[in-house]
C-alpha cells in the first residue's frame, strides 16, 4: 500500500476552554493508504498529556511507510492480527497506531463498498445521540450556550472546582436536557463525596474522571466513569470497582482492535462504556460513532466543534449524529 502523511490545523468554533488552559486550535494528522484503486483514511489527535504532538506522529507515520508497502489485508481478521506488529513499530504512540488502523479499516470497507459499521457489527448505522459539550463558562456564557443548544437532548458539563454545584444548578433551572459532568480529573476525593448526592438529585447521570488517575475514592450514589483512568485494554482489568464505567476513545487506545477489546472486558465486569472523542475530524467521529453503536453513551462533538470540518463524513444536527 502507498501512504501520505498531512498535518492539518483544525480551528474550534469558540476558544476551547478546559480546566487548565484554552485552544484556538488543535494540530491533528491524516494518514492515507492507497493501493491505486481505492483510499482509506485514519486520524491521529494527539494529546500532550500523553507527551505526544502532531510531529511527533507524522514523523512516526512517514517512517513506517516503507513496511506498509508490503501490507496485505483482505477481511477483518487481517487488521486485527496486524495490530501487535502496527504496535510494536510505533509505541509508544498510541495515537500513531490509532491513524494506521483506522485507515486500514476505511480502506477495507470502502473496497467492499460497505460502512465501516457494516463491517464491523454486519448491520447498517443507527443513529447515535451523542451529547455536547458545555465548556468552562461565565454565567453569562453559559445562558448564551444554553439558548443555542435548547433543542439538543444530553449536555455534557465541563466544572473545575469552582462553583460546580451552582453551575449546575443552573443550568438545571434553563434546561430540562439529560445531563452528564466531566471533571476533567480536578476534584479532589472530599469534594466528590460532598456534592454527588446534590448532583444526583438534580438529574446528572454520572461524573467522569472528577479525580486524578490513580487516586482511590469510595462508591458514591453518583456513577462514576473512569476517562484518563482507563485508556488501554489493560486498564479495564484492574479498573476498581467504585467506578461505574469508563470512556473509550480511540486515539487513546490505539484504534478499533483494542477498543473493541476494552467492549468485550466491559461486558465482562459489568462496566457500563461511552465513546469519546478529542477536538477531531469527522474522519475519527466517524469511526467513533461505529464504535457507538454498542456503548451506553457517546460524546462525539468534536467535528461539530470545529469552525471548518474539512471532510464531511458526519452530520451532527439537535444532538443526533449521522453518518
Known amino acids: 500500500m502507498r501512504t501520505s502523511v498531512e498535518i492539518i490545523a483544525l480551528q474550534p468554533r469558540h476558544v476551547f476552554r478546559i480546566s487548565r488552559g484554552a485552544k484556538d486550535h488543535v494540530r491533528n494528522v491524516i494518514f492515507k493508504v492507497s ?4 483510499t482509506g483514511l485514519g486520524e491521529a489527535s494527539p494529546n500532550a498529556f500523553y507527551h505526544e504532538s502532531a510531529d511527533d506522529v507524522a514523523a512516526l507515520l512517514r517512517d513506517i511507510s516503507e513496511w506498509m508497502t508490503g501490507v496485505k489485508i483482505s477481511q477483518p ?3 486485527t492480527a496486524l495490530w501487535p506488529e502496527i504496535w510494536n513499530r510505533v509505541q509508544p504512540s498510541r495515537a500513531a497506531a490509532c491513524a494506521i488502523e483506522l485507515a486500514l479499516w476505511d480502506w477495507l470497507a470502502r473496497s467492499r ?3 465501516l459499521c457494516e463491517l464491523l457489527w454486519g448491520t447498517p448505522f443507527l443513529p447515535v445521540t451523542s451529547c455536547v459539550t458545555l465548556g468552562l463558562s461565565t ?4 445562558d448564551e450556550k444554553l439558548r443555542e443548544f435548547s433543542s439538543y437532548p444530553l449536555l455534557k458539563v465541563k466544572l473545575s472546582q469552582d462553583h460546580p454545584l451552582e453551575t449546575v444548578t443552573r443550568i438545571r433551572e434553563r434546561s430540562d436536557a439529560r445531563l ?3 471533571a476533567n480529573a480536578d476534584w479532589d476525593a472530599n469534594l466528590l463525596e460532598e456534592i454527588a448526592p446534590s448532583l ?3 438529574g446528572v447521570e454520572f ?3 472528577p479525580l486524578p488517575p490513580g487516586d482511590v475514592f469510595n462508591p458514591t450514589q453518583m456513577p462514576i466513569f473512569a476517562d484518563e483512568s482507563c485508556v488501554v485494554p489493560e486498564d479495564v482489568a484492574q479498573l476498581p470497582e467504585s467506578f461505574a464505567g469508563f470512556n473509550i476513545k480511540l486515539v487513546k487506545c490505539g484504534g478499533i482492535t483494542p477498543a473493541l477489546e476494552m467492549l468485550a472486558l466491559a461486558k465482562q465486569r459489568g462496566f457500563r462504556t461511552m465513546t469519546g472523542c478529542m477536538l477531531e475530524s469527522s474522519v475519527l467521529i466517524a469511526a467513533g460513532a461505529a464504535i457507538a453503536q454498542k456503548t451506553d453513551y457517546a460524546d462525539l462533538d468534536g467535528s461539530w466543534l470545529l469552525r471548518d470540518e474539512p471532510f464531511g463524513r458526519v452530520h451532527f444536527r ?3 449524529l449521522t453518518v
Open 318 to 320: 439537535h444532538g443526533i
Open 139 to 142: 454565567p453569562e456564557e453559559l
Open 35 to 38: 493501493d491505486g484503486h481505492f
Open 77 to 79: 481478521g487481517d487488521i
Open 200 to 202: 444526583a438529585n438534580l
Open 207 to 209: 461524573i467522569e474522571q
Open 180 to 182: 452528564v459532568v466531566d
Open 113 to 115: 463498498a460497505v460502512s
